[in-house]
Each structure stands twice: as structure tokens, then as C-alpha cells.
């Protein structure tokens, strides 16, 4: 295992009149599979971060597009680690995080820039609370950042079916940042583009699910993370640019690891009596988004789902002889959890703001 040090910054350490306290270490680890463009435009803003204890770590996924060769010539201080295949998201971070030592990881996507200061506000967030296992930044959309980006907004929820969301993304529904997300607030999951991990958690909890593969998997540890006690954060202090959908583009096979992956966390971490009738009713609705999606010509989209469908049964029936470590509790007990049908209120009421999801 490595410890990496930051090449031009050390340790700052603060003394006080009762104790000398150093600055938590933190891995910042971008995880790569032929994103050369986007690390040639947005590795400098990582640089430029004005942490005073960070390393910056490219963990590659086999790329083809010559980015490990790339960051070896022009950034010398960054290291980099081979993978010999593409495990994806899901596997490749446990994959690298095997590897690099510090008390907390950055899982930061290769298309995001970042501001100078945006690690400091999390990382004295979860210093000041230990129970904080995860947190994310506000996330706006690179080149509209008026916007919140799709993958977590100012914070990912989920709707009493599994249907994820956050504040200031309701679906496709993008809101404008006019600062009405400000607050720290208690999240159900932080987005795998930027999601700052306490290191001890990520290896007890051991990391994310190499089966999701790509899509939910963050979603899925922070369930888990739930269930084992700790809370999940969101820090609007800090904020990030996300391009979003430059890692996996939009098609059959994300809409097919998103409708997948959706229901293997739901079977994994719901409680028996909600599993009973959640799960029918998911794959119900499912069929209808399938269907609905076939009558308008998008065969690939209906495709897509049913092979999902497909997939989950074969995995449950494989894992039947698994059992859960965790103590799984109603979803409703636990924190950025919607007590109500985020589909009712988005397709049938009309509603697409955050705020107006918990109106009567």
C-alpha cells in the first residue's frame, strides 16, 4: 500500500494551546478509461487545489487513448496506477483503493474541474462529526454553471420506490442555482463524481459492489453505510463543474446498468416486508417505462430494460445463498429518504422542483 505525499505541499500543522493538530490526508483518485481530453482539461484545476495535505492519484482502467502515457510525461508529480482491464467503475476504485493510503479518498470524476478551494469546507465537515462517512460538493453543470448537473445536484435523495433524486434534479429536470441549496444537510447518497469517503469506512463497508459495474454503485455504499450507523453529507460550500455523461455515454447500455443496477440495490438493502412489495411493483413500472418507450420507436430503450430485467433475476438467483451482514431497516428511518412516489409527483402532479416534492 502507498502513502502518497503531495509533491510541493506538506503537512501543514496548526498548534494550538493544547494540542498540535496536522491536516487530515486526502487522495484525491481519478478514476480513467480513455479520457485523455478530459484530463488534459481539467488535471490543472486539480493541481491548483489550495488543500494543504492532498495527493492526486490517476488510477487507469486500461485506457487505449495513450492518457497513461500523458499524465506520465506532463504531470510527473501525479501517480498513476495500470489496471490490465476495464472493471469499471465499481471495480476499478476497489481495484485502486487497495492501494493508496490516507484517511480520506476523493473519487473524483476525469470530467470534472474543481474550484481552488473546494476541499477544505468537507473535509472540516467530517473532521467535526466522525459518524460523516461520505459527502459531496455542490455539483453545477460545466458550461451552464447556472445550472445543477444531474449526477447529485446539491445532494442525492430517493423516493420510497428506489427512484433516485436530489436537490435541484428531479429526473431529467435541471433547477437553476440561485444559492436555495446552501445548507449542510443530511443526504441519502453523494455523488460518485466527487465523493469525498472516509477511507476506514469505504474498506469496512469493503468498498463499492463489483457487480453494478457502473451506475448506482455509490448509491448502493451509501445505503449501506446507513445501515451501519454512519450519515452521508452534503456540503454546498465546496462546489464542482461535472460535465456529465463524459465517462459512459447515454444508450443501451446505460440505460441497461441503470435499470439493472436500480433493482439489485433494492434487493440487496431493503427489508423483507418492503421487498415483498416494492420490487413487484418496480418491475411493473419498469415494464411500462419499456413499452411506453417501444410504442414511441426507441426499440434499443425497451431492449435494454428487458435485458436488465433478465440480468437481476439471473443475479438473484445466483446470490440466493448470500446473506446480508447488515441489519436492514425501513427505508423511511433512514435520512434522505421521500416518503412518498417521486414518479406520482413528478409525471402525474406536475411537480419538478426539489421544494415542491414535500408540498401537500
Not at 476523493?106 to 467535526?128: C, R
Not at 459531496?136 to 458550461?143: E, S, T, W
Request: charged share 20%.
Amino acid at each position: 500500500m502507498y502513502n502518497y505525499g503531495h509533491a510541493t505541499n506538506k503537512p501543514v500543522i496548526f498548534a494550538t494551546k493544547f494540542c498540535i493538530l496536522t491536516a487530515p490526508s486526502v487522495a484525491i483518485v481519478i478514476l480513467n478509461y480513455n479520457g485523455k481530453n478530459y484530463l488534459q482539461r481539467f488535471l490543472p484545476s486539480v493541481l491548483a487545489s489550495t488543500y494543504t495535505n492532498y495527493s492526486v492519484v490517476v488510477a487507469d482502467n486500461a485506457s487505449t487513448d495513450g492518457s497513461v502515457a500523458y499524465v506520465t510525461e506532463y504531470f510527473p508529480q501525479i501517480v498513476v496506477l495500470q489496471n490490465t482491464q476495464n472493471d469499471g467503475f465499481a471495480g476499478g476504485y476497489n481495484w485502486a483503493l487497495k492501494q493508496v493510503e490516507a484517511e480520506y479518498y476523493v473519487l473524483l470524476n476525469s470530467d470534472v474541474a474543481v474550484t481552488a478551494g473546494w476541499i477544505e469546507p468537507i473535509i472540516a465537515l467530517m473532521q467535526s462529526n466522525k459518524s460523516i462517512a461520505a459527502c459531496q460538493p455542490k455539483l453545477l453543470k460545466h458550461g451552464d454553471e447556472s445550472y445543477f448537473e444531474y449526477a447529485g445536484a446539491a445532494g442525492g435523495w430517493i423516493d420510497i420506490l428506489g427512484y433516485p433524486f436530489s436537490r435541484g434534479r428531479i429526473f431529467d429536470f435541471l433547477e437553476k442555482d440561485s444559492l436555495q441549496y446552501q445548507t449542510n444537510e443530511k443526504i441519502f447518497w453523494a455523488s460518485g463524481a466527487a465523493m469525498f469517503v472516509r477511507s476506514k469506512v469505504y474498506h469496512e463497508l469493503n468498498g463499492f459492489d463489483a457487480t453494478f459495474f457502473a451506475h448506482m454503485e455509490e448509491i448502493d455504499l451509501c445505503w449501506r453505510m446507513q445501515l451501519a450507523g454512519y450519515e452521508i453529507m452534503a456540503c454546498p460550500q465546496s462546489v464542482v463543474y461535472h460535465v456529465g455523461a463524459g465517462t459512459l455515454p447515454r444508450g443501451g447500455r446505460k440505460v441497461f446498468l441503470n435499470f439493472r443496477n436500480n433493482l439489485l440495490m433494492l434487493g440487496k438493502n431493503l427489508c423483507m416486508v418492503e421487498k415483498m412489495w416494492k420490487i413487484p411493483v418496480r418491475f411493473a413500472l419498469d415494464a411500462i417505462s419499456a413499452w411506453k418507450g417501444l410504442l414511441q420507436g426507441d426499440r434499443d430503450f425497451f431492449v435494454a430494460i428487458m435485458q436488465a430485467h433478465a440480468a437481476v433475476l439471473y443475479i438473484w438467483l445466483k446470490r440466493s445463498n448470500t446473506k446480508h451482514k447488515l441489519c436492514r431497516k425501513p427505508m423511511i428511518q433512514l435520512d434522505g429518504v421521500a416518503g412518498k412516489s417521486l414518479v406520482w409527483a413528478h409525471f402525474i402532479n406536475g411537480k419538478k422542483k426539489f421544494s415542491e416534492i414535500f408540498e401537500n
